[in-house]
């Protein structure tokens, strides 16, 4: 709906949400993978891996890096498992105590009103959530009893910590905010100051600011080195041209991300035929801190060959209206 009220641009790169649904598709060459998406995925398959183990060495983050149903279902299972298992107990504990019987008015039970599982089941609830209707309740008659109760509090405040803590990891990540952190689709090499350079887009629809952002970037291609040996995926890093010396900016508007193409670029020998036949891809890396929660975040794209244009300039976005600077979107990605 924003795009068609020009408030977002159509051609640009809006990570991490469906492709199918908001993600331009780009036409690559045939057999030619993707490392990293254009929505930021990387594109690697994990096979083979015989430690399986090492995943559950780190209970929490394998929590949090499930999808949203997989931990609805454990956040579920955990507590009517821990549920039913004490239900179980405290029939046990009412079986072996006697208290299923009927007996006189003098019985004292170890816990008041449990006459089958389904009211031990009951009381388990009660007792883990603190409900407290007042019905059944535990007696001084049983130290199992109050061992066993003692037990589930515990066990029931290790779950909700534990379970609770990942749902709010899983709705505080910080890749979320990377949604509104754009980049233009195509990147473009043309000179700029006498100087060759290549050069892509960035922006932030946010108002609230990244802090410390910096921008990297990597060209991934297929190598071979002096000896032989092929290296399919050689990541080289190249240098921005930022007259501070770092690769941080300033993010409150759109900026051009520049890479000057000189001789200790692996960008230099490529004409504007190599480039088109060349498997090359520049990975570009965004990251800062989010200002509302400071929580690190960031937000990557790349581009293929056939993603990058020569000869051609990004049109400018940012304009002086009534004392202030607009920037308009609709021009993102032009």
Not at 52 to 76: E, S, Y
Not at 209 to 214: D, E, F, K, V
Not at 248 to 268: C, Q, R, W
Request: charged share 20%; net charge negative; with cysteine.
């Amino acid at each position: 709906m924003l795009s068609r009220k020009g408030l977002i641009p159509e051609d640009y790169l809006l990570t991490r949400l469906a492709e199918d649904v908001l993600q331009p598709k780009y036409k690559t060459k045939q057999g030619k993978a993707r490392f990293v998406g254009k929505n930021g995925a990387c594109n690697v398959a994990h096979t083979n891996i015989r430690e399986q183990g090492r995943f559950l060495q780190d209970v929490f983050t394998t929590l949090v890096d499930l999808k949203w149903l997989h931990t609805l279902i454990i956040f579920t299972m955990s507590f009517l498992c821990s549920w039913l298992l004490f239900g179980m107990i405290w029939w046990l504990v009412a079986f072996a105590h006697g208290d299923l019987d009927q007996k006189g008015d003098d019985f004292v039970p170890c816990v008041t009103d449990i006459h089958s599982f389904s009211s031990a089941f009951l009381f388990s609830i009660e007792v883990q959530v603190t409900i407290g209707f007042g019905g059944r309740m535990i007696t001084e008659e049983c130290v199992s009893a109050i061992v066993i109760l003692i037990l589930q509090n515990i066990v029931g405040l290790v779950i909700n910590a534990i379970m609770l803590g990942c749902i709010f990891m899983k709705t505080a990540q910080a890749n979320r905010r990377a949604e509104t952190l754009i980049f233009s689709k195509h990147g473009v090499i043309s000179l700029r100051n006498n100087r060759l350079c290549f050069m892509i887009r960035i922006g932030d629809l946010r108002k609230s600011m990244i802090i410390s952002a910096t921008v990297r970037m990597q060209v991934v291609r297929r190598t071979t080195t002096d000896e032989g040996e092929v290296v399919p995926l050689d990541q080289i890093d190249i240098h921005m041209d930022n007259p501070v010396g770092t690769n941080g900016i300033f993010l409150v508007s759109p900026l051009i991300i520049t890479h000057v193409i000189d001789k200790a670029s692996p960008l230099y020998n490529l004409s504007p035929d190599d480039l088109q036949q060349q498997d090359i891809e520049v990975i570009v890396v965004l990251e800062g801190v989010v200002e509302t929660t400071g929580i690190t975040t960031q937000a990557r794209t790349s581009y293929v060959s056939e993603e990058i244009l020569w000869g051609q300039r990004f049109v400018p976005t940012v304009s002086e209206e009534d004392g202030m600077y607009a920037v308009d979107y609709s021009k993102f990605g032009n």
